[in-house]
């Protein structure tokens, strides 16, 4: 589904209640706390009419600001702001909105109507990350709570970003890598059992990491692999396979022998030269089975739900978790259960072959924290308009009990109408919720398992 920005979508709940008035300036905004538009003239007739109004500034030097209306002037087509002197536009003519509700408020409704109406407005997704028997969380790095560092993974003498520009991720359009830049040589992305503690699983086992790195200079990346018993005792693991720079190789550290009593693990994504960056995907740590898995973040959210999995069969690459399309080879996965245990909430898999893709359908609320104008809501028409029914109603609610008398009396006729407005349409605008199947495998009756 499309998105809509919270721009778009104040707008729309604007326009739906009858209090969207944009329009431009006709005299630039100077330093002071004047705001000239001779449009107004043309649809009101006295002074005052604006007063206590709200005033957002779309664009220029004042772009963001917003300001309490203290005085309008018909004669003159002016108002006048509250506080101090606005920035100085030059000859540049800002376009401006008036808000008689305040637009925080529009933005709270909009924020609250997006949980409120998870029974019938929801994100459907769909995610590939998780490959079977990988004990890394967040291993293509999709998840960024952070702009600095992906979850579960932090860094030493390196920065990093997330990186969606084509050709430096590897996977489904959309997806992302991790970029790295060394701050100083071999600097590392690093992953730690200090805070995913059940990475210290793998002691004691023969493990395989794998990874694809695409190093702005030749051979500048590598994979090690780091352990630490109580005693101080450290080994060091590290790949030599080859990377051409420019281009995306799979870096491989294979049948590593890992020392037993330890107190740490680490696996570390190194880019060997100062200055130097080096894109990260898909990395994956193979060892002792892994039946239980960190679900991706959109399944984080209390209210997300999971409601099919399936699992690759077959496979173009010499890798399985290598492909980048499905190529119709996944097949309902059966005898699967999901479990929270307070902090995360997991995926608990029945036995299935090693290092292949778990594509992982479900739904989650909508997005519920939108403050930036650019911030997005994954909704779009005809969905759009019922949402903005169950917000406009959220806003009325929210300001009733602010004025007393008939004013309340009118805000919570408005309330009740647009709530009304929402049900009588939720059964030809709302969502469908994907069909779950069941979770007993039908083939077990007949002695067929995963091949």
């Avoid at 729309?12 to 003239?41: H, K, M, Y």
Wanted: hydrophobic share 35%.
């Amino acid at each position: 589904m499309a998105t809509s920005t919270l721009t778009t979508i104040l707008d729309r709940l604007s326009q739906r209640i009858g209090d969207f008035n944009e329009e431009q300036v006709t005299t630039a905004i100077n330093a002071n706390t004047s705001v000239v538009c001779t449009t107004w003239g043309s649809y009101v007739n006295q002074d005052d009419v604006f007063n206590r109004y709200w005033i957002y500034f779309n664009d220029y030097a004042n772009a963001g600001a917003y300001r309490k209306v203290a005085d309008y002037v018909n004669s003159t087509n002016t108002i006048t702001v509250r506080g101090a002197n606005l920035s100085d536009d030059s000859a540049n003519k800002a376009t401006v909105q008036l808000h008689k509700y305040d637009r925080r408020n529009k933005i709270r409704a909009i924020n609250i109507a997006a949980r409120d109406t998870n029974a019938d407005l929801f994100r459907i997704i769909r995610n590939s990350e998780l490959i079977t028997n990988n004990i890394l969380p967040n291993s293509s790095f999709e998840d960024w709570s952070s702009s600095s560092s992906p979850d579960n993974w932090a860094l030493t003498n390196a920065t990093s970003a997330e990186e969606t520009g084509a050709g430096n991720y590897r996977g489904v359009k959309g997806s992302s890598s991790a970029v790295v830049t060394a701050s100083s040589s071999n600097g590392y992305l690093y992953i730690t059992s200090d805070t995913v503690p059940w990475l210290l699983d793998m002691q004691g086992h023969s493990i395989t990491v794998r990874v694809w790195a695409k190093p702005q200079t030749s051979n500048d990346a590598a994979i090690v692999i780091y352990t630490k018993q109580a005693d101080g005792t450290a080994q060091t693991l590290t790949s030599t396979t080859a990377n051409p720079a420019g281009e995306y190789s799979l870096l491989e550290l294979e049948h590593q022998e890992l020392n037993d009593n330890l107190v740490e693990i680490q696996i570390r994504l190194k880019v060997a030269t100062n200055g130097q960056l080096v894109y990260f995907d898909n990395c994956r740590a193979i060892g002792p089975n892994i039946n239980e898995m960190i679900l991706p973040l959109d399944f984080q959210n209390p209210l997300a739900s999971v409601s099919n999995i399936y699992i690759q069969q077959y496979s173009q690459s010499e890798w399985m978790a290598d492909d980048l399309m499905a190529h119709g080879n996944f097949d309902p996965l059966w005898g699967y259960d999901t479990k929270d245990n307070a902090t995360s909430k997991h995926l608990v898999l029945p036995p299935v072959p090693s290092e292949r893709l778990l594509t992982i359908e479900g739904t989650a609320p909508l997005e519920s924290n939108l403050s930036a104008t650019s911030d997005t809501m994954t909704i779009e028409d005809p969905e759009l308009e019922l949402f903005i029914q169950y917000a406009a109603y959220v806003l009325f609610d929210l300001v009733a009990g602010l004025p007393s008398g008939q004013d309340r009396q009118f805000l919570r006729e408005e309330a009740t109408k647009y709530l009304g407005n929402y049900y009588r349409q939720r059964d030809s605008l709302g969502m469908t919720r994907p069909r779950v199947k069941q979770r007993f495998d039908p083939r077990l009756f007949y002695g067929r398992r995963y091949a």
